[in-house]
Each structure stands twice: as C-alpha cells, then as structure tokens.
C-alpha cells in the first residue's frame, strides 16, 4: 500500500483538548485475524481499526508476534493469508486507512537477521523487537548494536513493562547509544498496567527517552489502548509538541523510511516532572 504523507485532517466527535489532534500513525497493534493473541476475528479487527480512526488514526501497521529463533515459522503463513481478507474489509470501510504490514520480533536468540523486509515495519529499515519474557537479558545493547550494525533500527516495544532493570535505568541509555529507539504503549501511560509501569512510562517521556507511542491493540473490546486519549492528556499539560512527534510526525517518518526527529527531554523547568510525581502520588 501506498507510503505518501498522510495530511488529511481527521474529523471525530471526540471532545477535543489543546490545539486540533495530529493525524496519527500507530505502528504496533496486532489486528490480523487469528494470527496471535490479537484479533480473534474479522469483526474484532475492524472493530479495533475503527476505535483508532475515531481517534484520528489514519495509518495502521499489523504486527503479529514473532520469535527470532523461529522467524519462518507456521505464523508467518497464518498472516499472509489473512492478511488479504483484512485488507479488503478495511479499505471497504475506511477509504481513508491505510493499512501497513511488519511483526513485533521477540529476541529469544541474541542472532537474527533482519535481511527480509517483510520483517520491517513496511519494508522500512525499522523494525519492532521485544527481549524474552519482559525481562533485561545480559548483552541486551550489544543485541541490539548488532541489528544497527546490520544495517538496520531496532524499535524496542514498551520497555516501561520490562522487569529488572539497573536502579538509574543506564541500560535504556546504552540501547539508544547503541542505535535503538523506544516505543512506548499509549496504555502504560495511562496506567493500564498498573502504577509501576505508568510511573516509568512518565520517567523515560519527562527524559526524552521515547521516539513513538502506539497502541499495541489486541482487537480485545476489554482493553482500550487508545491513542486519542494520550493526545488528550498530553495536550492538556502542554505537551501538545512532544505529542504530536511521538504519535504522528515520527510514525509516519518511520513508514517512509526516513530518521525520526528528537523529542527531547520534557521541559522539567515549566514543572512537568514535578506536575507528573504530584499527579502519580495521587494516584490521578
Ligand atoms: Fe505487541
């Protein structure tokens, strides 16, 4: 499917905070049918696409799970046949969505070759990667320097719900020397995770340590990643800058291949870091 910028202004009821919502691109969500734990169904998947496009989402990429050490295995297949069904459906009721393809990679063996574009983010030299299990594992940067070395950007997908990390969260620090970009879930800023994650989302955010926020949709009505909400509370503290390169500008550089651009550290000196410590202490 075509990869041009995407300018339309997207036209919703949703209540509106701050300045208009960007058109926005969510590059992680796992919405082709039966393929994974995501979508169970045809119906579940164009209910998820049409929470994202009332949020102003106008560009999806589905992105079923993978592991490394199994990169040609039996769900490769599963995604290329449903994959048609989901197109068609799609683009019947939104003509106005562009749909995208990739996998989210988890790296359960410190080798893998990413040479196959099918295994990008639209055959970009972007990929969305995961270590095992939410966990830190040894050489983590190094895995990841090997990716960049091949000619290749590793996306790390919400490393806010990652366990074990060093008490200054240096190894994030090491990830990004190492090439790497961050993806944060619109959901753990939100607390949909819980407090934990919610509190290190904000930390990585106020250290401009994130490149993009994405859904991770599982086509589950239960859950509700939505990424128009994480517009709203951005853009109410002010952030509407920041929000606006996490959920749409860089999205859409990374569909057509280009490098994302700095967010930045949060300005900590209009009190946003304090704002967000007040706001988890209360648990609001
Ligand atoms: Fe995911």
Do not use: C
Not at 65 to 90: I, K, M, T, Y
Not at 114 to 138: C, H, I, K, Q
Not at 173 to 184: F, I, K, N, P, V
């Amino acid at each position: 499917m075509g990869g041009e910028e995407l300018t339309d202004t997207p036209r919703f009821g949703r209540r509106k905070v701050g300045g208009a919502p960007p058109v926005m691109a969510d590059l992680h969500t796992h919405l082709i049918p039966g393929v994974d734990d995501g979508a169970p169904d045809l119906e579940s998947a164009l209910e998820a696409l049409q929470a994202l496009f009332n949020d102003g989402v106008r560009a999806v990429a589905a992105t079923p799970h993978l592991n490394a050490s199994n990169l040609n295995g039996n769900r490769r297949a599963l995604a290329d046949e449903a994959w048609p069904q989901l197109v068609a459906a799609a683009r019947e009721r939104f003509t106005t969505l562009k749909l995208y393809r990739g996998y989210e990679i988890q790296l359960d063996t410190p080798e893998i070759d990413l040479s196959d574009a099918d295994l990008r983010l639209a055959g970009s030299r972007y990929a969305l990667v995961e270590f095992y299990a939410f966990t830190v594992p040894e050489r983590s940067a190094e895995v990841l320097a090997r990716i960049v070395a091949d000619g290749y950007v590793p996306i790390v997908v919400h490393p806010e719900r990652y366990w074990g990390y060093d008490r200054g969260y240096r190894i994030v620090g090491e990830w990004r020397t190492a090439g790497a970009l961050m993806q944060l879930n619109s959901g753990s800023l939100l607390g949909e995770y819980g407090e934990n994650v919610r509190l290190v989302a904000h930390r990585f955010l106020a250290e401009g340590r994130v490149d993009i926020i994405a859904s991770d949709n599982h086509g589950r009505p239960q859950r509700n990643p939505s990424l128009g909400a994480v517009w709203d509370y951005m853009a109410a503290r002010g952030l509407e800058e920041q929000a606006r390169l996490l959920l749409a500008v860089n999205p859409q550089r990374i569909l057509r291949d280009e490098p994302t651009l700095s967010v930045g550290r949060v300005d900590s000196a209009r009190g946003l870091l304090a704002r967000l410590g007040r706001r988890l202490k209360r648990g609001t």
